[in-house]
């Protein structure tokens, strides 16, 4: 099986336990005076890095928030007080995309970005990269983070790295197939596009020499119906990961996919119930609480991070000891809303629709009409699609979730198309 750190990913739970509690030490010890923000909320809290003498005591520490972080920057711009070194000493600014409200800035001192890399070179190495492997960044460089870490990880595991910015859809199949490259790092939703472009240029996939596709910015390449649309298309296997600006690149999928594989050399995760803020039964979906372990400049600690989890600590059969979330990140528990009486998650409607491959792209509405909350979905299908599918879509949305939705369907290349993050879900109330 590829690792990065065979001796790390294989460690004894205990002596991985051992190992979170001596960096997390080190770096409350680090920060305390230093960094602003911590200090204010430990002091608010009544606590001292002292109090944290195993693990358990994490638990007593005060939660993270984003909307905290963003209240800091607001009141102390333009980058707030969850900096624990001078200004002079950060090397790279990035920004959160901001589809779900105001940005967050992050910054990272030269030692943060290399902990950044060494996170991107675990996710890459679990996709069995290595130096052998070309490996082609699909996107356009920008505040956003998105894929610059994985530049850095692909030099870290020796790997050649392949840009692809600044060229349309076409241009990239182009260069991918006219350089060999062997691997893609791009959204799930892009991986689609592609599949797209080619269908819509005559480009034959067969050409390239794709391997492996991994993946990040959305959940999708854990969603078994999305997963097989990609590696159908590519013919190549697919390889997940998750991770945020404000946290860093956390979790992976290895060659045995089951489930994405928590860094815990790196982060230590706690799976929450929203209400009580207590642990969840085992096997038991939960709020993904994250504390990073290595980044010291821009420290998150107890950060709830509103993604839906399943967390499983059980050895995997790929022989990493390292805690896996099932399913991947399972869905945002903020972005619950309500139709007709029923809670429904964004993903839940999106799996439903991506279980038809004719489905091209799609759109989902949710709005007040008539005193009732209605979903509107619209679709582009593929010229061979049946003209009944609409009517498939809205049944099996029916079966699942106990609602029917309006589904109509829309001429090709009405609904926009995303390169990044993908935003096709939409309440307006």
Sequence with gaps: MPYFDSTIETLPRAQLAALQLRKLQTMLTELWGKNAFYTRKFQAAGLHP????????LAQFPFTLKRELIQ????CPPFGTNLTYPLNQYVRFHQTSGTTGAPLRVLDTAEDWNWWSTCWS???????????DRLFAAFSFGPFIGFWAAVEGARKIGAMMIPGGGRDSLQRLELMRDAGATAICCTPTYALRLLEVARENNFDMNSLHIRATVHAGEPGA?????????EAGWHAKCFDHAGASEVGAHSFSCESQAGIHLIESEYIAEALDRETGKPVAPGQVGELVITNLGRLG?????YRTGDLVRMNIEPCACGRTFARFEGGVLGRADDMTTVRGVNVYPMAVEKLIVDFHQVVEYRITVQRVREMDEMDIEVELTDDADRALPTAIAQNIYHALSFRPNV???EHGTLPRFELKAKRFFVKK
């Design 222 to 230: 854990s969603v078994p119906e999305t997963k097989a649309r990609i």
């Design 408 to 410: 109509r369907v829309v």
């Design 298 to 302: 821009f420290p998150i600690i107890r």
């Design 122 to 132: 675990y996710v890459l190495s679990g996709a069995g990269l290595c130096a052998d």
């Design 50 to 57: 002292d109090a944290l003498r195993s693990l358990d005591d």
């Design 72 to 75: 800091d920057q607001s009141e």
